[in-house]
C-alpha cells in the first residue's frame, strides 16, 4: 500500500521525528495493521546519518509500544471478553472454552506477550488477546514494557549499527518469525484439544464460578 511505502514512512520520520515512531508503534500495538518494525528500523537508520539521536528513538518507540499495548488490553478487556460471553456460543466457544482460555493465559500470558513483540502477528494481537481473556494486568504490565523495552532496544540499536544491513535481514526473519508463530499456535492447538478434558478440570479449578 502506498501511504505505508517506505518513503512515506521516512517522509511522516523526516515531519514528526520521535511522535510519528511512538504513535505508530502504538497504534499497531493496539491492534491495528501498521508496519511498526519498520518505522523502527528506518528511524534507526535515519538517527545514523541525521537529526535524530537513537536513544530518542529508541524511547520513542518502547514508549509507544508500552502504551499501545495497554490501550489494546483494555480495549479486549473491556469488549472482547464481552463480544466472548455473549457470542462465543456462535463459534463454539462455551463458558467452559472461555475459561479454559483465562486459565491458559494466567499460567503462559506473560510469554505470549514478552515473545510477542517479537513476531509480527502476535505484536498486533497479544495486548488484545490478553485483555480478552482477563490477563491479570500487573503481570500484563511487567512482561508487556520488559517485551516493549528489549525490542525496542534490540532493533532499533542492530539497525543503527549495522545500517542497511539490518533491511535485508528482518524482511526474511519477519517471514521466519510469522511460520514459527503459527506453527507454535498450531501445536499448542493440537495440544490443547488432546488434553481438552484435563485442562478444562484445571482451570475449573483454578477459576471456580462462572466465567
Known sequence: MEWVSPEFLKHLIVAYGYLAIAVIIGLE?????????????????????????????VTAAAIGAVVGDNIGYWIGREFGYRLLLRYGGYVGLSASKIKLGQYLFVRHGGKVVFFGR??????????????????????????????????????????????????????????????????????????????????????????????
Open 29 to 57: 500495538s493496539m491492534g491495528l495493521p501498521l508496519p511498526g518494525e519498520s518505522v523502527l528500523v528506518l528511524a534507526a537508520l535515519y538517527a545514523s546519518r541525521n537529526d535524530l539521536s537513537i536513544a530518542g528513538v
Open 118 to 211: 517479537f513476531a509480527a502477528i502476535l505484536r498486533i494481537l497479544a495486548a488484545l488477546l490478553a485483555g480478552a481473556n482477563r490477563m491479570d494486568w500487573w503481570r500484563f504490565l511487567l512482561a508487556n514494557a520488559a517485551g516493549g523495552v528489549v525490542w525496542a532496544s534490540t532493533v532499533g540499536i542492530g539497525a543503527h549499527v549495522f545500517g542497511k544491513t539490518v533491511l535485508r535481514v528482518t524482511g526474511p526473519l519477519g517471514i521466519v518469525l510469522g511460520i514459527v508463530t503459527v506453527a507454535l499456535v498450531v501445536v499448542a492447538l493440537r495440544f490443547v484439544r488432546a488434553h481438552e478434558a484435563q485442562l478444562l478440570l484445571k482451570a475449573e479449578k483454578a477459576l471456580p464460578g462462572p466465567s
